[in-house]
């Protein structure tokens, strides 16, 4: 599976944005889709997460409310919208493929395939 985040840029605090994970290959649909982001200087860590079965949905504490995840499995395609940005939500935003799963949603080890990352900066 390969997969590739886009949809990131630069916007202001308040605003909203969409990012886009596009997946090609193998059975994209069978996996439990995520979404990391790494800030600068910051370990990776977990945002939102959603099932292939079922469409359960999980989300970080620091997210909840304002992010939303949402998948369309015909279009091999796993969406992140956005809104109420933060400052503090600036960071290099991952698409995610792993175990299919309601357990450790938000274990990097639980993710097999990696997208590139795509940028999201918010201004103050």
């Known amino acids: 599976v390969q997969l590739q985040a886009s949809g990131g840029g630069l916007v202001q605090a308040g605003d909203s944005l969409r990012l886009v994970c596009t997946a090609s290959g193998r059975a994209f649909s069978v996996y439990r889709k995520g979404w990391f982001r790494q800030a600068p200087g910051k370990e990776r860590e977990f945002v939102a997460a959603?099932?292939?079965?079922?469409?359960?949905?999980y989300y970080a504490d620091s997210v909840k409310g304002r992010f939303t995840i949402s998948r369309d499995n015909a279009r091999n395609t796993v969406d992140l919208r956005m809104n109420s940005l933060e400052p503090e939500d600036t960071a290099v935003y991952y698409c995610a493929a792993g175990v299919d799963s309601d357990n450790n949603a938000n274990r990097r080890d639980d993710y097999y395939y990696w997208g590139q990352g795509t940028l999201v900066t918010v201004s103050s």
């Open positions: 959603i099932r292939s079965t079922g469409g359960s949905t």
